[in-house]
């Protein structure tokens, strides 16, 4: 599976944008997914899980009741609806798959993801 992560751009305080990563391969549907971000000096944080069916979503505190994370398994995407945006939601945004279906999420370390998508920049000017 290789991820390819698109939609960021500049966009002001309160606007919206929405992320898409869409994934080459099989078994997409298979997969639990992720998105994370990393802010220039930090460390690469968790955003947002979504399970393989799509029915459980878990978010970060930081972007609980505005940002939503979904997945259209028949178009091997997964979207990340951002609302409301702050300076502070500034980062590189990452999507990532998590291979292993042994066990029940949900996901919220890095090290729990095995593929990421190459990033995609989100500017949010004051």
């Known amino acids: 599976v290789q991820l390819q992560a698109s939609g960021g751009g500049v966009v002001q305080t309160g606007d919206s944008l929405t992320l898409s990563c869409v994934a080459s391969?099989?078994?997409?549907?298979?997969?639990?997914e992720g998105w994370f971000r990393q802010a220039p000096g930090k460390e690469r944080e968790f955003v947002a899980y979504?399970?393989?069916?799509?029915?459980?979503?878990v978010y970060a505190d930081s972007v609980k009741g505005r940002f939503a994370i979904s997945r259209e398994n028949t178009k091997k995407t997964v979207y990340l609806q951002m609302t409301d945006l702050k300076p502070e939601d500034t980062a590189v945004y990452y999507c990532?798959?998590?291979?292993?279906?042994?066990?029940?999420?949900?996901?919220?370390?890095?090290?729990?993801?095995?593929?990421w998508g190459q990033g995609t920049l989100v500017t949010v000017s004051s």
């Open positions: 979504i399970s393989r069916g799509g029915g459980r979503t």
């Open positions: 391969g099989h078994s997409f549907s298979r997969y639990n």
């Open positions: 990532a798959v998590r291979e292993s279906i042994l066990t029940a999420g949900p996901f919220t370390r890095t090290d729990e993801y095995t593929i």
